[in-house]
């Protein structure tokens, strides 16, 4: 069975910076690109950006490319996203998702305030 | 980037009627490798979204048959036949034949 274990909830000040994790088991790590994903409250889905998990490739969404940084160990199954100079704007939770959108992380709520 | 426009973005039925929803694309989603990777997944409240259909009409293991997908190059449907009480939530089409991106979601309620 796949499962992609997300880091728990995180409240953070505006302007520092936060990397949650994403842990897979159940297949092989490196089959499929893990993409990013962002669900402000009660909004849509947004594309952050995948990484290949084989060699480290990323491909970001333009108004991602300053804000996420995607990375990968393949010695742990463990994809990280880190978010940094973080605003009110960023306060939304973030999903990781594998194999072509089939499988998903539970989410992570990441809270900036002060 | 590709722009997905789903209508409508809300949707009421009742237990047992048959429902579609359209996603539009501002371009076309045929890949060069001739599959379309236009799928479907429903976001029941406080969950994760999960995959309903994949490649346009094919239909993800576990997933009951009263869902179907169909459609190519911009226009895509999808469809239940015969809503059922664990249907509502929020559905999203998504492409991934270029950078990814979402449509806006259609919200499935009752009425």
């Known amino acids: 069975e796949v499962l992609l274990q997300q880091s728990g909830a995180e409240l953070v000040r505006p302007g520092s910076s936060v990397k949650i994790s994403c842990k897979a088991s159940?297949?092989?790590?490196?089959?499929?690109?893990m993409h990013w994903v962002k669900q402000r409250p009660e909004q849509g889905l947004v594309w952050i950006g995948r990484?290949?998990?084989?060699?480290?490739?990323?491909v970001y969404a333009e108004k991602f490319k300053s804000k996420a940084t995607l990375t990968a160990d393949k010695s742990s199954n463990t994809a990280y996203m880190q978010l940094s100079s973080l605003t009110s704007e960023d306060t939304a939770t973030y999903f990781c998702t594998w194999g072509g959108f089939a499988y998903w992380g539970q989410g992570t709520l990441v809270t900036v305030s002060s | 980037d590709v722009v997905l426009t789903q209508t409508p973005p809300t949707l009421s039925a009742t237990i047992g009627q048959s429902v579609s929803i359209s996603c539009r694309s501002s371009?076309?989603?045929?890949?060069?490798?001739?599959?379309?990777?236009l799928h479907w997944l429903l976001q029941r409240p406080g969950q994760s979204p999960q995959l309903l259909i994949y490649l346009v009409s094919r239909l993800e293991s576990g997933v009951p048959n009263r869902f179907s997908g169909s459609g190519s190059g911009t226009d895509f449907t999808l469809k239940i036949s015969g809503v059922e009480a664990e249907d509502l939530g929020v559905y999203y089409c998504v492409q991934g034949t270029h950078a990814p991106t979402f449509g806006g979601g259609t919200k499935l309620e009752l009425k």
């Open positions: 990484i290949n998990p084989a060699n480290g490739n990323t």
């Open positions: 159940g297949y092989t790590f490196t089959d499929y690109y």
């Open positions: 371009q076309s989603l045929l890949h060069s490798n001739g599959n379309t990777y």
